[in-house]
């Protein structure tokens, strides 16, 4: 049971950490950004040396933990900032079709360059391997890494909340992602706080990066694919716009597919994600404006 | 951004209701040189394909009036209801399924996919039968989804077609016994000659232009255009989202079906995300507003992939060949892409057609 | 000289053209008032003036400098401090943190922070129900506090020129009366220059001041409003008489 | 009428086709309608280059019947439509043999092209049955085993080599390879209840889930950790499955299919032990045979580095097994090479023996090496051949 409990909170951290970074940018220029999966995916690749050979040449991933991490948060921050200002920035005033298939374009450019870097076989690397220990907590034997994803990301929320409570910064992103013309007619500056946006979101994608890679082991292009689609569900269901509400979603993706996982019969469980997609219509049905709707966000349609 | 000051709402009521009453002969007469247009184009490219007797070229043709079919579907629900879905290439699949389970030899049919109720194993129907039953069944299923569906607007509808995607992939990758689940099905007729593709195109461009000139499509883009004028003229917007969903879910079924026949197997994965975007992108880029700039937007984007293509593969240059590096086309295509809606945020043709005379806003 | 001059300006939605060629100047310490019936141009102008709507032709200065085109926040930053049409208050956000919203803008020193804590309390003094409720949420505000605190709003960004779109939007007649009581004590205290948009001139006259009224995206008219309110003329100005 | 448009069709096809094919009767052509980019070329790749290996050598020697071999290549860039124009495009330049993608998905299209037109098609390393004629047609041919075979031989040496007696199975319902796997476990499974064995669970997952935490948890509340887990699963999504099995501390062994061989993802898993994987020949250096181990050598020659996988050798065997029944036959002709390839019984190679039949142009039993991957590294322990080939029924499951 209690096992249970921290797989669905493990699982829904993830998510909850992806919607979040896809809430942040949606929250200031109303882009849905499916190129976020692929950032999350490059923060992993960064740890390894471009070459197309199945053995990986581990480059930056030998650092020490405390390089590690502020390493990769980096690389995602640095990415994300960098598709702002040379994609996202001309395409302020487009209508959000327009957007998103340009930030699907540059997921598409991002991932086959690194196809091109890396070759399409998926890779192995042994990220914080001290971490793949199993731990005894209240009688149940956790994986180590399970614990401190659950530890990191409500730290991370928590980071994030007094940020965005107590900064001028935080404020500013705040008003900006509920009206951002509003904002701005209050003197907020746009690039300022778009681009803190795109910052915050890359460094949220490296925090995937860092505990999906150290929990599978695994670099693949494809890798931020499955989170990447789970945490724009959640974005939706959560109100798109509504920061808490996309934890909140993500959070409760995670425990919708732990909690099929186990209950449903064995023949059943291959349609576990039918199942999970059935409630998100469900959802939308009964609150088209996600769980928790964002005041102001009018949408453009 | 709040609304255009009120000016604009009553002309555009006023359009509403000229649109519902009468001269549809007239309307139909001033823009059917649009669907005529596209479709010579077609019929052009076809042609030249014909008499260049390239097989490979052949094949890469059918691939672009399938194309083509899928984009003409997307655009006949998305261009006319400007609400995105994700979910049509859902019906896709269901067609192409439709399509193998009609048209497969029963013995090897009744080997691999035998929870296939018996009516249907005994069955095998030439594949134009075949496409014309898969197109109405995806019509049907489109028709199931879309009364749930198109209650919603704007990115909850897109999201709630998307996970109707995820759910037809789903099961369609697991139902063993009836689909053959994740792996291959085989057996189904495999169609070269590319006259029945072009058919379909043309069918496809035309089934659209029909419905923009319907009652209903006309209402359904006023709609688009000023919802609030267009609810209050007393446009029941659920419900024409609903008819331009159906048809478009056949016609994608259709699309479905021809594609099964271009390659002679079907896979769910074949009918998910990457299928999803490649269309997507097309109809964006060509201009998501116009029925021209769906089937110029997949022209265009397959010319230059095939262009791209070709320079991969190397082009001789006096003595020296020039190649691009494998794996260039993607990104350079991507690149592009962005490019073209850097410019032209609105697709390449934006809201116009293609008419004789200049180009039109809106047919 | 002027504060605010606009001249010639053209505002164009796609096919329709909102605003013709419209000119005006106002200067410091003005109230103007800027009516006419819905769909005049009105709004279209003042967000134009702010930033938010392109214009398709002409020029608007502030305080000598040249803002056609410029983004929002730089317009904002000239001393342009604007309540939109329907308030737009930011309602996950408490009442405080609005009011803070536009003080970035302020240059920082040493004493930045007790300026901004000194004019919280000034905005205090005048709309005491935002102090009650400061640490709310102010999506739960009624309407009328709304208009208060987004009139704080402004003022918490020591505006030059403060243009408000249609403040009585939605209020009851007693409560527009109390937002204007406390506008027009403000603006004879502080000395404000106040652009507000108002679909009817009723309260123009009664406030008094210089009335601009719009018909078709032009100006019709434009004089002072208590002159100009009691004639006939407004009257066919207003409904088009004298044109049909 | 289907069939008569049906015929017009293959008559018109045909008659194009004759024209190219006959205008180069001085070689022998072989066409690759492989990926040379996108998601597949790391899996057809290493197989393309063991292929032309076989395809040099006997160039070599001589070429086939008197004739030296030409290859000719088109990309499938890994996707399916494209396949069907790389299968037609090597047709047209007169391939004599289209080899096409490892994978039964992604090579079909181009081996249904090469089968309208009546010629052979070989795929480089599926192992599927529908890689043949269940899937394609009597001209099909795959050079690899069946996965079911790979299953089967897990479970039976486990419990006759390990004495292992409770198995788990635990599948990724993601491929047909996958589930091929587990179909060969569930077929061997009963024969194995009957003496004593005991299957004490099963689950599913999804390749590319971020976490299997719930179905770890299910394994755990086992009243005792199964001996074996039988893994039905193939990269990427194999190594984060590993993984997070022995991050939560179960110990079992796991047996798997051939899809986790190789040492390049052991880093993701330091110190892996008791853990299992059935090769058709050794990458370690420590094959049994001395050619095989030659041919590793040769291979890093010509390629640069040592065979990933033990999916390089399906490569080799493909040319080897074709070229014998070319040579048999006397003609490139397709029915009468198909002719000669259903002749072949037990029919030596570097890579153990293969058998083709009218009915299964696949292998249904096959000589496996078991692999033990140790403290992180691994080496071949045994082998084993399962006591009866897989029945006809398991394979088409």
């Known amino acids: ?71 990769v948060l980096l690389c995602g921050a640095g990415l994300s900032v960098l598709c702002e200002i040379v994609v996202f920035r001309r395409f302020r005033n487009a209508n959000p079709a327009t957007m998103m298939i340009a930030s699907f374009a540059l997921g598409f450019v991002i991932r086959y360059f690194l196809l091109m870097l890396y070759s399409s076989r998926p890779k192995s690397i042994s990220l914080l391997p001290a971490l793949s220990q199993p731990v005894e907590i209240f009688g149940a034997r956790l994986p180590l890494l399970q614990l401190i994803t659950i530890v990191a990301t409500m730290a991370i929320l928590i980071g994030l909340t007094l940020f965005l409570r107590q900064t001028r910064f935080g404020l500013e992103m705040r008003a900006a992602a509920e009206n951002f013309s509003m904002a701005r007619m209050l003197g907020v500056r746009a690039n300022r706080v778009i681009m803190g946006a795109f910052a915050l979101s890359g460094a949220l994608a490296g925090a995937i990066a860092l505990i999906f890679g150290s929990q599978t082991g695994t670099v693949d292009i494809q890798m931020g694919a499955s989170i990447m689609l789970m945490a724009f569900i959640a974005t939706v269901i959560g109100g798109l716009g509504s920061l808490g509400g996309a934890v909140l979603a993500g959070f409760l993706l995670g425990a919708a597919s732990v909690v099929m996982q186990v209950a449903l019969p064995v023949d059943a469980r291959p349609f576990r994600d039918a199942f999970v997609y059935g409630a998100v219509i469900l959802v939308l049905l009964f609150r088209p404006q996600g769980l928790i709707a964002a005041r102001g966000t009018k949408e453009r349609v | 951004m709040s609304a255009v000051s009120s000016a604009p709402e009553t002309q555009l009521t006023g359009d509403v209701i000229a649109a519902r009453k009468p001269a549809r002969f007239t309307l139909a007469r001033k823009t059917i040189v649009t669907p005529v247009l596209l479709s010579l184009l077609l019929i052009a490219i076809t042609l030249i394909t014909v008499m260049t007797g390239s097989r490979p070229f052949n094949q890469t043709v059918i691939d672009v009036l399938v194309r083509v079919i899928f984009v003409v579907g997307l655009y006949i629900f998305i261009g006319n209801s400007g609400v995105l879905s994700f979910g049509h290439i859902g019906f896709t699949c269901l067609g192409a399924y439709a399509a193998a389970w009609l048209t497969i030899n029963p013995i090897m049919k009744s080997s691999a996919l035998p929870g296939l109720p018996d009516w249907l194993l005994q069955t095998r129907l030439i594949y134009w039968q075949a496409a014309i039953l898969a197109a109405l069944f995806a019509g049907v299923a489109a028709l199931i989804f879309g009364k749930v569906l198109m209650r919603l607007s ?49 069918a496809a461009i035309f089934i659209a232009w029909a419905h923009a000139i319907s009652r209903s499509g006309l209402a359904l883009r006023a709609a688009r255009d000023e919802p609030t004028a267009a609810a209050a003229s007393g446009v029941d917007i659920p419900k024409e989202r609903l008819v331009a969903f159906v048809v478009s879910g056949a016609v994608m079924g259709l699309g479905g079906a021809l594609m099964a026949h271009s390659i002679g197997v079907v896979t769910p994965d074949t009918f998910y995300l990457s299928l999803t975007f490649i269309t997507l992108s097309m109809l964006v880029v060509g201009g998501m507003g116009s029925l021209s700039g769906g089937v110029i937007g997949v022209v265009l984007l397959s010319a230059l992939i095939q262009a791209l293509r070709w320079m991969e593969g190397g082009v001789s240059l006096g003595d020296a060949t020039f190649a691009l590096p494998k794996g260039i086309q993607e990104i350079a295509l991507g690149v592009i892409m962005i490019v073209i809606l850097a410019l032209r945020p609105s697709g390449l043709m934006g809201n116009r057609e293609i008419t004789l005379t200049r180009s039109k806003r809106n047919m | 000289m002027s504060l605010l001059a606009l001249s010639d300006i053209t505002i164009r939605y796609s096919r329709l053209t909102a605003v013709r060629e419209v000119s005006f100047s106002m200067t410091e310490g003005e109230i103007l008032f800027i009516t006419g019936p819905n769909g005049a141009g009105k709004s279209s102008l003042l967000r134009a003036i702010a930033g938010v709507t392109p214009v398709a032709g002409g020029k608007i200065q502030l305080a000598g400098q040249d803002i056609t085109g410029q983004a929002p926040e730089n317009i904002a930053r000239l001393g ?67 208009q208060m605190l987004v009139i704080g709003r402004a003022l918490m960004t020591n505006p030059r020129l403060i243009a408000i779109d249609e403040p009585s939007l939605g209020l009851a007649p007693n409560i527009t009366d109390q937002v204007y009581e406390r506008l027009i004590a403000l603006q004879a205290q502080r000395q404000l220059t106040l652009l507000i948009v108002e679909q009817s001139s009723a309260r123009a006259m009664m406030v008094g001041g210089r009335m601009i009224l719009m018909r078709g995206g032009q100006i019709v008219l434009d004089g002072d409003a208590r002159t100009l309110g009691s004639g006939e003329a407004i009257q066919a100005a207003y409904f088009g008489y004298e044109d049909h | 009428m289907a069939y008569k448009i049906r015929i017009v069709a293959t008559a018109l096809a045909s008659v194009s086709l004759a024209f190219p094919a006959l205008a180069d009767d001085e070689k022998v052509v072989v066409g690759f309608a492989t990926a040379e980019s996108g998601f597949m070329e790391a899996y057809d790749k290493p197989a393309q ?76 390393c599926a192992e599927s049955v529908k890689a043949g004629i269940q899937g394609v047609g009597p001209h099909s041919f795959s050079a690899s085993v069946l996965a079911p075979v ?24 993601w491929t047909v390879y996958n589930k091929g796997i587990c179909d060969g476990f569930d077929w061997m499974m009963p024969k194995l209840e009957a003496q004593g064995a005991k299957l004490v669970g099963e689950d599913t997952f999804k390749n590319e889930d971020a976490s299997i935490a719930a179905q770890i948890t299910r394994i755990k509340s086992l009243p005792k950790e199964p001996d074996a887990i039988m893994l039905c699963t193939m990269m990427p999504g194999a190594v984060s499955a590993i993984k997070q099995l022995r991050a939560a501390g179960i110990n079992s062994m796991i047996l798997n299919g051939s899809g986790v061989d190789g040492s390049y993802w052991l880093s993701a898993v330091p110190d892996l032990t008791n853990f ?80 083709f039949t009218p009915e299964l142009h696949h292998q249904n039993r096959a000589r496996y090496l078991i692999v033990e991957t140790k403290a992180g590294k691994p080496g071949v322990v045994g082998e084993w051949t399962i006591s009866e080939p897989v029945p006809m029924e398991a394979i088409l499951k």
């Open chain 1, 1 to 71: 049971m209690l096992q249970t409990l921290f797989d669905a909170l493990s699982l829904g951290s993830l998510y909850a950490l992806g919607a979040l970074g896809i809430a942040l940018i949606f929250g200031v220029m109303r882009l849905v950004n499916f190129a976020h999966g692929d950032v999350i995916a490059f923060c992993v690749f960064a740890l390894l040396w471009p070459s197309t050979d199945a053995m990986a040449i581990v480059f930056a991933g030998q650092l020490p933990w405390y390089l590690l991490v502020p390493f």
């Open chain 2, 154 to 202: 704007g990115i909850a509808a897109s999201i709630a077609t998307f996970a109707v995607l995820a759910m037809i992939n789903t099961i369609y990758s697991n139902w063993d016994s009836v689909t053959g689940g994740t792996s291959s099905v085989v057996g189904i007729p495999i169609i070269r000659t590319i006259w029945p593709y072009l058919i379909g195109a043309v």
């Open chain 3, 80 to 146: 342009l401090s604007m309540v939109p049409e329907g308030r737009e208050v930011f309602g996950s956000l408490t009442i405080e943190e609005n009011l803070l919203v536009g003080t970035g803008m302020q240059t920082r020193d040493r004493n930045s922070r007790a300026r901004t804590a000194s004019d919280l309390e000034a905005v205090y003094t005048i709309f005491p129900i935002l102090k009650d409720r400061r640490n709310g949420q102010a999506g739960l505000l009624s309407g009328g506090q709304q």
């Open chain 4, 49 to 124: 280059e063991a292929a032309m290996i076989r395809i040099e050598e006997i160039n070599a020697a001589g070429g086939l019947l008197g004739k030296q071999i030409e290859v000719v290549k088109a990309d499938t860039k890994s996707d399916r439509a494209e396949g069907a124009k790389a299968g037609l495009s090597v047709l047209d330049q007169g391939a004599d043999l289209v080899v096409v993608s490892c994978d039964y998905d992604f090579g079909s299209p181009a081996a249904l092209a090469a089968e309208d037109a009546g010629q052979v098609s070989f795929f480089l």
């Open chain 4, 150 to 173: 790979q299953g089967a031989t897990m479970a039976e040496w486990a419990f006759k080599e390990k004495g292992a007696k409770d198995f788990y199975r635990l599948l990724d319902t």
């Open chain 4, 276 to 355: 299992y994987v059935p090769v058709q020949g050794s990458i370690y250096g420590d094959d049994p045979s001395a050619d095989v181990n030659k041919f590793n050598t040769v291979y890093k020659e010509k390629t640069g580095a040592e065979p990933s996988s033990q999916y390089v050798y399906p490569g080799y065997v493909m040319i080897d097994v074709w070229a014998k029944a070319v040579e048999r036959a006397g003609t490139t002709d397709a029915d009468a090479v198909v002719a000669e390839l259903e002749k072949m019984k037990d029919e030596p190679t570097l890579f153990g023996t293969r058998t």
